[in-house]
């Protein structure tokens, strides 16, 4: 059968639905699966919306290369060959390289000279007939499993692939020029240190006092946020965290991707299959995509001794700069099969049924939804004082503060992991900036720019609480470093921004990242303030009076005060009820973002694309994520 013929069925909906009720009798006829398989295959179908070899795959009925042949011998065509695959000369057939990747599509000339189509798209799914332009119409076609012609177009294109995931998010938008500019940070930068010590060698205390004059103003604003979106999420009370909507039988449910970027994650893999497989989304929609490094031989080999189940698959990112999470994504991108697009990192554990309320939401949402993000908590919060801290400040921030954001009507930073897109919208926007170490806070006001939404979603995923001094400095570093530049990349135009947001949006942006950055930088400052407390002299006693001092000692004492309330009310459920009495100690904990805001300011001029990576697989040991159920939200059965 040739491309021609199947351009005719692609144009009459009714002969491609005979095809695909034709393609499942001649499979049982021809011995491939019983009679009751497929009726059991047909009434997944149903509630799904996937292929029947997707179904007959995930359910264990079918084996690839089994359906294939026989898909081969009913359409005529010949099976291409691992020698077809790599020999084979390209046929310029005008299509994009990601397009080719993203349907499986490897235009070829075959031995006779006369053009080819190598993919394993069937003629009843028109894919062929949607993706392929006029001029292939002589083309013939051979079928070949889907990972090996996406394998094949990758090869074949690879610089072009690798070049698209370094630069998919346009120019104006992306920091990636600014490797190009080292000398003039350098520069800039050693003159203001140079500019700043003389000046304070000059006027010591009049520095000082600008320095904390800074800091409490932004302690003001910070606080003021802080309260109310605390009093918003309150007052909202479950509606500010909605939980995941009822199924609607009537639409089936859409195919799902998730990419989970992995690197040098030995230890930890193993335990990664064990909490996908307890997913209960069904598994001819779900598409799990490992996204591995090339030069990162270890992970490979790891998964190498893992038999993977039919919807667990590995891709490959070809070694280059910079060596990033959002660079192998953006790359990992057009292999996905999902028109929803998900994202877990290495350590995650999501509820079982989180996919299919996230399925269900975007069902139902209107089209400016294009984001949801989970809930992120920690499963080793007792492992000791360090992780009790970072839970306590993660419930503060995804319980609390982002929901309270979200319900003032502020654009929100994405947090990295439990993160859900419309792929259409994600791809129109170029993906993620693949030179931001903070890719997630950089998208999510991507989106906002661009008049899009994010929402909160009641779904929870367990991550494993970074627990270690120095691992826990280097991962804050990154998260500042990346707050940062994406504060730099949307500054660079205040009036499109502002344009863009609006001026509630943008005020808020403006109240998030400068409080934000500014407390972490300038703390020692704000920290001057307990000597007033403890009747010792002030470096601005000879310029303020005392009650002045005493004042701004009571704004941080209460500013204080009112971060415990917050982080009491984030863990009074019985969950992280045990962690109450830790929460005074989150005055002991602050210090250390401190140091790692320096860390980030170092890095932002001498190395601002590097990536410092956490690891993980710490403490596996003591921790278990719950079990996951058999059977879906909708009632799905899965193998």
Not at 148 to 176: D, F, G, K, N, Y
Not at 298 to 305: D, E, G, K, S, W
Not at 524 to 533: A, E, K, N, Q
Not at 557 to 573: F, G, P, S
Request: hydrophobic share 45%; charged share 20%.
């Amino acid at each position: 059968m040739g491309i021609s013929e199947l351009r005719q069925l692609g144009a009459r909906g009714d002969v491609l639905a005979d095809a695909r009720e034709t393609a499942g009798t001649d499979l049982v006829r021809r011995g491939v699966v019983s009679s009751s398989d497929l009726a059991l295959a047909r009434i997944v179908q149903r509630h799904c919306d996937a292929g029947l070899d997707d179904i007959l795959r995930a359910e264990g009925l079918a084996d690839e290369d089994r359906l294939l042949a026989a898909h081969a011998a009913r359409l005529g065509v010949r099976r291409a060959t691992v020698a077809d695959l790599t020999r084979l000369p390209d046929y310029q057939s005008g299509v994009d390289p990601r397009n080719l990747i993203k349907n499986a599509i490897l235009p070829v000339m075959d031995h006779d000279g006369r053009p080819a189509i190598v993919t394993d798209a069937l003629p009843e799914t028109g894919i062929l007939h949607d993706e392929l332009p006029e001029k292939v119409t002589p083309a013939r076609l051979l079928l070949a499993p889907r990972h090996a012609v996406q394998e094949a177009v990758a090869i074949r294109h690879r610089e072009a692939l690798t070049a698209s995931a370094q630069a998919r998010v346009p120019e104006a938008e992306s920091c990636r020029t600014w490797g190009a500019g080292f000398g003039l940070r350098l520069g800039l930068t050693l003159t203001f240190l140079a500019v700043l010590a003389v000046l304070s060698l000059a006027f010591p205390v009049a520095v000082f006092g600008v320095f904390v004059g800074w800091a409490a103003f932004t302690l003001i604003v910070s606080a003021g946020m802080k309260t109310t979106a605390f009093v918003a999420r309150m007052a909202a009370g479950d509606d500010a965290l909605p939980m995941p909507p009822a199924p609607d039988r009537k639409a089936p449910l859409p195919k799902v991707s998730i990419l989970v970027p992995l690197f040098r994650e030995t230890e930890i893999a193993h335990h990664l299959i064990a909490r996908l497989s307890r997913l209960t989304y069904p598994k001819c929609l779900l598409d799990v995509v490992l996204v591995l490094g090339e030069e990162d031989d270890l992970t490979r080999q790891t998964l190498a001794q893992i038999d993977l189940p039919p919807w667990i698959r590995a891709v490959v990112v070809p070694d280059g700069q910079p060596r990033t999470k959002p660079r192998a994504m953006n790359y990992a991108l057009d292999f996905c099969r999902g028109d929803i697009i998900g994202i877990f990192d290495a350590e995650d554990a999501p509820d079982p049924d989180q996919i299919t309320a996230v399925a269900r939401r975007f069902q139902q949402a209107p089209p400016d939804l294009v984001c949801l993000q989970g809930v992120l908590d920690y499963y080793n919060p007792r492992q000791n004082w360090l992780a009790r801290c970072f839970t306590i400040e993660y419930a503060t921030w995804f319980r609390m503060m982002l929901p309270g954001m979200a319900k003032l009507g502020f654009a929100i930073p994405l947090g990295g992991t439990t993160l859900y897109f419309r792929r259409d919208v994600l791809e129109k926007l170029g993906g993620w900036d693949a030179h931001n170490v903070t890719e997630d806070a950089d998208l999510g006001f991507r989106l906002a720019r661009h008049g899009y939404r994010t929402e909160m979603l009641n779904t929870v995923t367990g991550e494993e609480a970074n627990c270690r001094l120095w691992p826990w400095i280097k991962q804050r570093s990154r998260w500042l470093k990346g707050y940062m530049t994406t504060y730099l990349v949307h500054m660079r135009r205040p009036s499109v921004l502002y344009r863009q947001l609006g001026a509630w949006k943008f005020w808020g942006f403006q109240a998030h990242f400068v409080t934000a950055l500014s407390q972490f930088v300038l703390a020692p400052f704000l920290w001057s303030f307990w000597l007033i407390l403890f009747g010792v002299a002030h470096p601005l006693d000879t310029v303020l009076p005392r009650e002045v001092l005493v004042g701004f000692a009571s704004l941080f004492l209460m500013v204080e005060a009112i971060n415990i309330v917050i982080h009491a009310a984030a863990v009074r459920d019985p969950v992280h009820r045990h962690l109450l009495p830790w929460v005074p100690l989150m005055h002991f904990y602050a210090p250390l973002g401190a140091i790692a805001a320096y860390k980030a300011l170092y890095e932002l001029i001498l190395k601002p694309f590097f990536w410092d990576k956490t690891t993980h697989g710490l403490s596996l040991p003591q921790a278990a994520p719950p079990a996951g159920r058999a059977v879906s939200g909708d009632g799905v059965h899965l193998a």
